[in-house]
């Protein structure tokens, strides 16, 4: 049973250039989350998604970043016209449907994609 | 106020003490919560979850959640030089909406 698929591990753009990171939930998961962390910091929520839907987008920053989780395929993260600031590792996370105290389900984390902005 | 609150660290302790991380939570409906352990570079994985009041203990690790206070902790018994790392709470604030914590830095001196 494969884990929470991210790719790249590692991407290096140059500043203004697009980035994207894909991510592939756990089998059965229907939730998918993105993360940041900048360094030396903890994780900050961005967007919670299901597919084809945005649930809480409430993390992202206003411009040039979007997500989606379209029917088929993995979750897209797509940062436009990068800057050195968005430089950090970028951790996808999916869920069960159901997250109920009780089950003790929770969320499970992908590898992470570093994205360096030089 | 910051929805999952965790003092950042550094809490350092000598080898064989008791490490004790601590976080508080704003959200009252907030249903379970959870412990991960983040090496440096790595991935954040899943210590422990609790989602009802008091004590769960397992092998070194014990978690305590107090709702009325809106307090969560995790204490490592025996610490170990392997136990140095981030330690992040997280929130299910329900319909699936986790939210972390920035983290606690632990030491474990030898």
């Known amino acids: 049973n494969a884990g929470v698929m991210q790719n790249p591990r590692h991407l290096v753009r140059r500043r203004g250039q697009e980035a994207r990171l894909r991510c592939s939930p756990m089998?059965?998961?229907?939730?998918v989350y993105w993360y940041r962390q900048l360094p030396e910091e903890g994780l900050k929520f961005m967007v919670y998604?299901?597919?084809?839907?945005?649930?809480?987008e409430s993390g992202m920053p206003k411009e040039r970043f979007s997500a989606e989780f379209p029917k088929e395929g993995p979750s897209i993260l797509r940062i436009q016209q990068v800057v050195r600031g968005d430089s950090a590792a970028y951790f996808c996370a999916s869920s069960p449907p159901s997250l109920q105290a009780s089950d003790g389900n929770t969320i499970y984390f992908g590898e992470g994609s570093w994205l360096t902005v030089v | 106020q910051k929805e999952v609150e965790q003092n950042s660290g550094p809490l350092s302790v000598p080898e064989g003490a008791i490490a004790s991380l601590n976080c508080t939570y704003s959200?009252?409906?907030?249903?379970?919560f959870f412990w991960y352990r983040q090496y440096s570079g790595k991935s954040p994985e899943l210590i422990m979850f609790?989602?009802?009041?008091g004590d769960k203990e397992d092998g070194r690790f014990t978690a305590q959640l107090n709702k009325a206070s809106q307090y969560v902790s995790l204490l490592i018994r025996d610490s170990q030089p392997s136990d140095s790392a981030t330690y992040l709470c997280a929130v299910n604030r329900g319909l699936n909406d986790m939210r972390f914590g920035a983290g606690t830095r632990l030491t474990v001196k030898p």
């Open positions: 089998k059965g998961h229907s939730h």
């Open positions: 959200d009252r409906g907030s249903q379970s």
């Open positions: 998604l299901q597919k084809e839907n945005i649930i809480d």
């Open positions: 609790i989602y009802s009041n």
